[in-house]
């Protein structure tokens, strides 16, 4: 019998996302505080030769004041650049936003937003969003139910609905009001012995496991000592804060640290007109090297260009265009928040006084802008904007809505009387005249939070 030869062709077909090495470059850029755009500029010209940072003697002039000065009627953008195009305010909704794609690290809220809003309805998504702005950094829910149902005008029972969805997201114990509650939603998933006596320990004798006793709990269960201590393990490998497991920043742009407070954006009103002016690199004072033009024509212009120098010119010119690029876009998504915020924050931007801060969410900023939410959750992070009265703020007093009430009830402090000094009830009651309404449990959680006193203590100080 004569063996048979049997050939098959296959041919897989299938659609890979590739994301530009720009738009990575381009969402790294954005998220930068202006200090740590200065490290990244120096990084990149000490790097690339095709850059080069122009050498004047007094401050530049913007790009835009030049063009408010001799083309006003060109300030509308013109240009063909898609990533320029991209992230100015537009109408387009359908448009797919590539930025969404780039693979850098997801903020907490980010991470939260995108598990979350999956599972609610539609009429429930900004309600999805407020509350995730209330998760604070290390993962927990900053304000109470009620207070988050007084302040959208859902039912109570809507917003624990929605708050128990968020405690069903990653990384397990987000959500929770305590660190008891904190570590029984980590705890919950499994129904081995030790997990359920774990969570006991956690629910009924958290001294004992703080002081490590286990006899106590070997006797009351009647359980073996290995069983105890596996509890014990099982609890400690829990994480106290689940959001610090997220970084705020790419690796490959950690920010550096700072000892003293900058502002990236600063608003200020001037003869009545409002002028944003937003802090750090100014792209009109880069420039990619003349040099390395004229060598990259020369070389286009070859019939055989030496491979080696043309790979080495090409690479450093698109790294250099692609960096300002990059820069001119920060400039503008910051100009285009800043205006925003001039617009729908005015009361507060102009006095300082949080009592005019109005709820606002990084969605509801996104869609105004007509810009996708990541992109606003870049420009704003670890940033900081000064105020007309010269006070810096973080960008996040815009979208927290418990570091308002926070901010409240200290400049209700500054001016109390000290020999007669305010209880959380009065607090309270003074809250509710602005506006706000608290309990008096809240005010005494809130004022603990910022670290101020009792108003015995505060007398007696």
């Not at 098959?8 to 850029?29: A, F, M, W």
């Not at 207070?147 to 809507?158: K, N, Q, R, S, W």
């Not at 990236?264 to 750090?280: K, Y």
């Not at 870049?378 to 000064?386: G, I, Y």
């Amino acid at each position: 019998m004569r063996p048979t030869l049997q050939a098959s062709n296959k041919v897989q077909v299938g659609n890979e996302v590739r994301v530009d090495p720009r738009l990575i470059q381009s969402s790294q850029i954005l998220q930068l505080s202006r200090q740590d755009l200065e490290v990244a500029l120096e990084n990149e010209l000490s790097d690339n030769p095709a850059l080069e940072r122009l050498e004047e003697a007094e401050e530049p002039l913007t790009e835009d004041a030049v063009l408010r000065t001799v083309a006003p009627v060109e300030l509308k953008p013109s240009s063909e650049d898609f990533e320029y195009r991209r992230c100015l305010p537009n109408d387009d909704q359908d448009r797919v936003d590539w930025i969404d794609l780039v693979p850098t690290t997801s903020t907490l809220w980010d991470h939260l937003r995108a598990q979350l809003l999956p599972m609610l309805s539609a009429e429930l998504e900004e309600l999805g969003d407020y509350v995730v702005a209330c998760v604070d950094s290390k993962g927990y829910l900053s304000m109470h139910v009620e207070e988050i149902a007084l302040e959208t005008g859902h039912e109570i029972d809507v917003v624990e609905r929605v708050v128990s969805n968020l405690r069903r997201c990653e990384p397990s114990g987000v959500g929770a009001c305590t660190l008891q509650e904190c570590l029984l939603l980590q705890l919950r998933e499994t129904d081995s012995l030790e997990d359920k006596l774990a969570r006991i320990i956690v629910r009924h004798h958290i001294d004992d496991l703080v002081a490590k006793r286990t006899d106590r709990i070997m006797r009351k269960y009647r359980v073996l000592p290995d069983v105890v201590q596996a509890a014990f393990d099982k609890i400690h490998a829990c994480s106290p804060y689940p959001g610090e497991a997220f970084s705020d920043v790419p690796s490959s742009m950690q920010p550096s640290r700072r000892s003293a407070i900058s502002p990236d954006l600063i608003l200020s009103l001037v003869d009545g007109s409002w002028e944003v002016e937003v802090r750090g690199t100014d792209p009109t004072s880069l420039r990619v090297s003349p040099v390395y033009r004229t060598r990259n024509r020369q070389l286009e212009e070859m019939a055989l260009p030496p491979k080696d120098e043309k790979r080495h010119i090409s690479e450093y010119l698109n790294r250099a265009e692609n960096f300002i690029k990059s820069v001119r876009q920060r400039r503008q998504t910051l100009r285009a928040i800043g205006r925003y915020l001039v617009e729908n924050q005015s009361g507060f931007v102009t006095t300082g006084r949080f009592q005019f801060l109005r709820a606002l969410t990084r969605c509801q900023m996104a869609k105004d802008l007509g810009l996708h939410e990541s992109t606003i959750s870049r420009a704003t992070m670890n940033k900081h904007v000064q105020l007309s009265t010269g006070e810096v703020v973080p960008f996040d007093v815009f979208f927290k809505p418990a570091l308002r009430i926070q901010m409240m009830i200290e400049e209700i402090l500054l001016t109390e009387n000290p020999q007669r000094p305010l209880s959380d009830e009065a607090i309270a009651r003074l809250l509710a005249e602005r506006g706000v309404s608290v309990a008096r449990r809240t005010v005494n959680k809130y004022r603990d939070r910022r670290k101020l006193v009792s108003s015995h203590k505060r007398k007696t100080a």
